[in-house]
Every structure is written in structure tokens, then in C-alpha cells.
């Protein structure tokens, strides 16, 4: 009898949807169907019924072929060439558990090394602005059940995050929002006619990377001053009118996304738009949020902040603490300055998402790739790791977009042999003390779970 | 006066965080106590000797110790940061962060310097012959008390994000810069004699800004209020006086609200 999990969380964007309902075989191995999903997601769990799916490690060999190796040949390469390296570079985490984030998080320590994480190439400006301006933010359930006017600016729902207009922002039927779409007013700033512009009541289409100067003509028209005929592309007639809408409004949102944190000025746009939802707070109720992209990527800002306290950039290179100062030491920042020896992409593909002269300086230098797929930083590493799918046959923690943690669970049993990421990186980590002489150092939760025999360390 | 001097003989394989080149660590030491100076090529623990061959002893003070570095210094961070006086000169380029956090002093770079130039810096004179990169004279990320005083002349060009959240000194750009002057700046002069392509004065509070070529987009909460004749870096301009930022709060005095001033050359 095939069996039926229902409240699944999705492992796709930052939507994190949990309302996800997954028929599995019998033996727990094989996924049936899946309901409530975008078809990206359902496709995202599908893709683990795939029988090719590596499932021993890869090491690229001197003629240059792949040959699979143990783990434990693999986890040493590993732990070995991250001691030798001078500044290695640990990059990815969009697509992986929080346990997996605080797992990594010793042996960058450990190595001396650089974490970074996919803000650096997505809403890491969003960071930077909060750092100057504050985050005068809410939950989505907030948005869905209060905002009569939703602003997007710079992002694309309808096709980054398919289930985003429907959960939260425009369609569903909230406390004070019953009457759903109907009640919300929808505005859209983006340079082109996208899915969601054409869905917006008001598309503002903007002159491509005038962003900043927008966000000014909104704040000057809020505090009754004239502005140009024309600022951005956009009259003057139409700026008014739509800061007109978000003056009047209940509970306006501004969800923004990557055509703010990508294009020139990029911490700049978002910290305007901050202080202008500031303003606004001045007439009614507004909040921003970031449109995070993964479906964990808000996560490694969480965990490395708690840890390090820095969500994204961080140099662990002294030993002694931590500095950050994304410019320097984000990692396309260091692959294009070579200041990197060794670079471990985890839950990401660096190779599909860098710039092309960054993965060509990276490459001069080994590259490890952990994924539990074949992705084209796989294909290029010198050692490929597979791991287990977090959210498919891996539970874990997750933070949604509005750092709401969800606790995700696995549907289907995983690989045999597969480890997971924070087992993977558990064993590296131990494995790197043994080189190094010292004692491995774990939380009193892990020390009970690893070593249930002896007392808890710290 | 005791010159310090600083020949490169190896080029780093990464970067060499050179943190100790100031007269302030170099003050009473002998050429061969220098060349034992820590400094980090990623977390390995180097020698300024490892990649300098030093020559001199420097003086009893900082103010008394003068560092000549004879060679190009591109792979090299942090060149005078930190320091309160002395002098620090690089016959070629240099990399980040020259002079940040200095208090006093001088700082000459012959070449080009790469980005954070004179971050978070208190006092005394940084000059750089070449171009500089983004963020000079910028305020270190979360912090909103930037640059707080001394003067950064670059005779080249610069990149974006020029004085963020200043509060004082002053900034002189002899030829254009891109993007963001004096962003949230509330205080400080900063004075762009080339073009600049836009956001200039953008949520600015209080200070003065002088671009003397072009500003391609102008920021639409600035508002011409009357035409001046000011003195610009010893030379006297007719001005159009602009006040901004409008979408900006703003503090006041006697009264009267304070805004932020740009000047742009007079419409003939």
C-alpha cells in the first residue's frame, strides 16, 4: 500500500510551501505522485527517484577521467586538502538543512577558511542595507492576512517563487483580507513586462538600474515636495499617484528581489527602500521583505550569525575572529582576485552560477564539489561528494523567507551509504582533528547524539 | 627623520595582509626587528622579511619614521591603516584598504589603489596619483559613523560609494567617479572635479558636495535654490546651489532646517 505524508515541506524556493503532500511506495524508496506543488517542486522530488544518482564519491584522476573512490578516501583527500590550503573557500548552502550550515561551520574554523554563502551572489546587498537601515519586517502570514497593497519591485513571482502569489501575497483570502485578490492592490516595478506585471493593477516600468532614484521621488513626494517630470522613465503624474495608493493603504508590503540587489547601487536600492517604508510608516502600516530565493537560504544567515555574527562573508582566516566586509571577502570578490588555494561548493553549483573568469581562477586550484546530484560544479571538481537530498530523504531545519524556521521531513528512506551533509561534514571535521592532534570540539546536543556512552564536552 | 625602506622581492602567492607596514609598528625598531613583523598571507603567518628586503632603522616615534616602499605593492592590504603619524610612501600600486582607520600622518601612493581607501578614517592626508576603486573614504558595513575627519586627494578617478555616512574631512576627486557620493552622509566635503554618471547626495542629512563636470541623472529630491560664487580647492567657481536630499530627514539649526548643499557649475 503506497503511503500518504501530508504537511511535506517543499525543498524548492524560499517560499518554503508546507503544505505538500507526497504518495511513497510501500517500501519507502520510490516517490508516486506529489500534490500541492509548483511543478518545479514536484519535479525536485520526482528527481530522486532518479537511478543514476551517485552514490560513491568521485575523485578526477591524473589523465583527467572521474573513478569513484570509498567515502572514507574521500573525506580524507578532503580533510588533507583543506589543512594544506592557505585560504580555502567554502561556498553554497542555498540548498541544504541548518544542520548541515552548523556542521560546515567547524570545519571552516577548523581550516581557517572563508564561509560564504549564495547571498554573496543574490540577497546579500539586502544585508548590507539592513546593517546600515534596519529590517522593518513581518511573517508572510502577516502579509497574507493584513496587506491591502503589495508592492513588487524588482521581483517575479510568477515564475522564481510559482506558489508565492497564492500563499501570501495577492490571492489568498486572509483575516482582513477576506475578499482576497479583489481587496489587494497590486503594484509592480520592474523594466519589463513580466507575469507578475501583467498581473499588477499598476505597472510602474522603470528605466533598468534607476531603482535608487525611484525610491528617492517616492520619499520626496511623501514629504510633499515636487519632484521632476520624469524620474526613472516614470511621470511625475504616476509616481504620485502610486505613492498616493500606498499613503492610503491599510497594510502595504514591498516584497523586493534581485533587480534591486543586482543592478547598480545594489545595497543602496534596498536601503532606500527601507527608509522609504520607514516613511511610510509615517501615514499607515508597511513592511518590506526580501523575495529569498532557496527555500534554506535565509538559513545560513541565521545559523553563521548566531555562530559568528555574520550571516554571509566570513573570514575565518585568523583564527582569532571573524571579519567580514563583502567586496573583499565575498567569494566572487576572491576567485577574481585569486586570493582563494581551495574552493568546496556545497548545495549550489558555482559552476552554473559564477561568473566565468571566477570559476577559471578556481579552478587553477582544487575544487571540491558536494551535491547529490551532477551538477557543472560536479562535473568540473576534482572531487565529487554525494550527499542525501535535505528535505527529500534528509529532515532538517529550515528558515523561510521570513526567517520563519520550518522543521522539514524526509519522505523517502535515503541511499544506502549515503551520509548526509552534516554527517559528511561531521566526519571530515573528525577527521581533521585526528591530522591536526586536537580534540574535536561538538555541542552538548551533538556530543550526547554522537558519543551517547561519554558526558557532553561543553 | 629615519627612512625606512621597503624593496619587494617575492610577489605573494595570495594576498599578503600587510597590517604592520605603519610607522606606528615600524617606531624604534632596527631594519632587522621590521623584517620580523607579522603580517597574513591567508591563515598562514608570515614576515614583512619574507616578502621585503628592509633597509634602515626607523625613528624613535612614529612622527619620526618615514617608510619608502620601492616597488608595487598590488597584492599588498592594508598599507598605513591604523596609522596616527609618520609618513608612508609606494612607488607603484596598492591594494585594499590604504590608509583606513588613520588618524594622522601621511599616506602618498604613486600608482593606483585598489578599494576601502581611507575607510573610517579620523585624520591626516592620504594622496594617491593613480585611480582608486570603490568605497573611498567609506564607512565600514553597519556602521553609520564614517569618515570623521583628515583628507583623501585621488588625481585619478574613482569607483562608487565615496564618502558614505561621512561626517567630516574631506574628500577630492580630481578626475570622474561613478555611482553614490556622500550616501547618508552628514557632515564632510567632497569634491568631484570630473563627471559623475548619477545618485550624487542621495538620503543625504547635512554636508557639502561639489561635482565640477557633469552629473548625468540628478537625484530628484535636490532643488536649486540660488547661484553662488564659491572657492573650490583654490580656484573660484560661479556655482548653482542645489539643497537635498528632500526625501531625507533633517536636523535644525537656529531654526532654520539644515539640508545638504551640491554645487554645480553655474548654466552659462
Do not use: R
Given at each position: 500500500m503506497p503511503k500518504l505524508i501530508k504537511g511535506v515541506g517543499c525543498p524548492?524556493?524560499?517560499?518554503?510551501?508546507?503544505d505538500i503532500e507526497v504518495l511513497v511506495s510501500d517500501d519507502e524508496t520510490k516517490i508516486l505522485e506529489v500534490h500541492n506543488a509548483c511543478i518545479i517542486g514536484t519535479n525536485l522530488f520526482h528527481h530522486a527517484n532518479d537511478p543514476t544518482r551517485p552514490k560513491l564519491p568521485r575523485m578526477r584522476q591524473p589523465d583527467g577521467s572521474m573513478k569513484e573512490v570509498t567515502y572514507p578516501e574521500a573525506i580524507d583527500w578532503m580533510a588533507k586538502t583543506m589543512l594544506k590550503a592557505k585560504k580555502p573557500l567554502i561556498y553554497g548552502f542555498g540548498s541544504t538543512n541548518c544542520e548541515g550550515m552548523s556542521a560546515v561551520a567547524r570545519i571552516a574554523e577548523k581550516a581557517g577558511a572563508v564561509l560564504d554563502n549564495c547571498a554573496t551572489i543574490c540577497h546579500g546587498p539586502s544585508f548590507l542595507a539592513i546593517f546600515d537601515n534596519g529590517y522593518p519586517s513581518c511573517t508572510l502570514g502577516e502579509a497574507k492576512n493584513r496587506a491591502d497593497v503589495v508592492v513588487f519591485w524588482g521581483c517575479n513571482p510568477m515564475h522564481a517563487h510559482p506558489r508565492h502569489t497564492s500563499r501570501y501575497s495577492i490571492f489568498p483570502r486572509g483575516y482582513f483580507t477576506q475578499k482576497g485578490q479583489m481587496q489587494r492592490t497590486v503594484l509592480c516595478i520592474d523594466p519589463r513586462e513580466t507575469d507578475t506585471a501583467k498581473l499588477a493593477?499598476?505597472?510602474?516600468?522603470?528605466?533598468?538600474?534607476?531603482d535608487y532614484e525611484l525610491f528617492d521621488a517616492f520619499r520626496t513626494v511623501l514629504r510633499g515636495f515636487d519632484i521632476p517630470e520624469t524620474v526613472a522613465g516614470i511621470p511625475r503624474e504616476k509616481i504620485k499617484e502610486a505613492a498616493e495608493i500606498m499613503k492610503k493603504a491599510k497594510f502595504c508590503m514591498i516584497f523586493f528581489g534581485m533587480g534591486c540587489t543586482h543592478t547598480d547601487g545594489r545595497n543602496h536600492n534596498i536601503d532606500a527602500a527601507i527608509s522609504l517604508t520607514r516613511d511610510l510608516n509615517e501615514h499607515t502600516k508597511c513592511s518590506i521583505m526580501a523575495m529569498r530565493g532557496h527555500y534554506n537560504i535565509a538559513g545560513p544567515g541565521q545559523v553563521w550569525s548566531w555562530q559568528?555574527?555574520?550571516?554571509?562573508?566570513?573570514?575565518?582566516?585568523?583564527?582569532s575572529h571573524a571579519h567580514m566586509n563583502p567586496g573583499e571577502t565575498s567569494s566572487v570578490d576572491l576567485a577574481m582576485r585569486d586570493e582563494v588555494d581551495c574552493f568546496v561548493n556545497v548545495g549550489t553549483d558555482a559552476g552554473a552560477h559564477f561568473p566565468i573568469q571566477a570559476v577559471q581562477h578556481l579552478k587553477k586550484h582544487p575544487f571540491i564539489a558536494i551535491d547529490p546530484n551532477f551538477c557543472m560544479a560536479s562535473e568540473i571538481a576534482d572531487l565529487h561528494i554525494p550527499v542525501r537530498i535535505a528535505g527529500v530523504d534528509e529532515p532538517g531545519v529550515v528558515y523561510r523567507m521570513d526567517n520563519v524556521p520550518i522543521q522539514f521531513r524526509a519522505v523517502i528512506k535515503g541511499l544506502p551509504g549515503v551520509p548526509s551533509d552534516e554527517e559528511l561534514f561531521d566526519m571530515v571535521y573528525e577527521r581533521m582533528c585526528e591530522l591536526t592532534n586536537t580534540q574535536p570540539v561538538w555541542l552538548a546536543a551533538k556530543a550526547d547524539r554522537k558519543y551517547p556512552e561519554s558526558p557532553a564536552v561543553i | 627623520m629615519a627612512t625606512v625602506t621597503l624593496k619587494p622581492i617575492k610577489t605573494p602567492e595570495l594576498i599578503f595582509e600587510g597590517y604592520s607596514i605603519t610607522p606606528d609598528n615600524f617606531a624604534g625598531k632596527t631594519a632587522a626587528q621590521i623584517a620580523d613583523l607579522p603580517g597574513h598571507e591567508g591563515k598562514i603567518l608570515m614576515r614583512l622579511g619574507d616578502f621585503f628586503e628592509i633597509s634602515g632603522n626607523a625613528g624613535e616615534t612614529a612622527a619620526d619614521t618615514n617608510i619608502v616602499i620601492t616597488g608595487d605593492c598590488s597584492r599588498v592590504k592594508y598599507i598605513g591603516a591604523r596609522m596616527t603619524a609618520g609618513t608612508v610612501t609606494v612607488n607603484g600600486n596598492a591594494d585594499m584598504y590604504v590608509g583606513g582607520w588613520m588618524k594622522g600622518g601621511k599616506v602618498h601612493i604613486k600608482g593606483n589603489m585598489d578599494s576601502f581607501c581611507g575607510i573610517q578614517m579620523e585624520g591626516g592626508e592620504l594622496i594617491c596619483d593613480g585611480d582608486a576603486k570603490n568605497h573611498v573614504g567609506c564607512a565600514y558595513r553597519g556602521d553609520w559613523r564614517g569618515m570623521k575627519g583628515g583628507t583623501i586627494r585621488i588625481r585619478g578617478s574613482a569607483g562608487n560609494d565615496i564618502g558614505t555616512f561621512m561626517l567630516g574631512g574631506t574628500i577630492i576627486i580630481e578626475k570622474d567617479a561613478f555611482i553614490h557620493v556622500?550616501?547618508?552622509?552628514?557632515g564632510g566635503t567632497v569634491i568631484i572635479k570630473g563627471d559623475v554618471e548619477g545618485r550624487v547626495g542621495g538620503q543625504m542629512v547635512k554636508g557639502d558636495m561639489y561635482v565640477l563636470g557633469k552629473i548625468k541623472f540628478m537625484m530628484p529630491g535636490y532643488q536649486k535654490v540660488d547661484t553662488v560664487e564659491k572657492e573650490v580647492d583654490g580656484v573660484t567657481y560661479k556655482l548653482d546651489h542645489y539643497i537635498g536630499d528632500l526625501g531625507e530627514r533633517h536636523g535644525k539649526s537656529k531654526g532654520q532646517i539644515v539640508y545638504a548643499n551640491l554645487y554645480v557649475p553655474a548654466a552659462a
Open positions: 524548492y524556493c524560499g517560499s518554503s510551501c508546507d493593477d499598476h505597472h510602474l516600468m522603470i528605466d533598468q538600474g534607476h559568528f555574527g555574520f550571516p554571509y562573508c566570513i573570514d575565518l582566516t585568523k583564527g | 556622500s550616501t547618508h552622509a552628514e
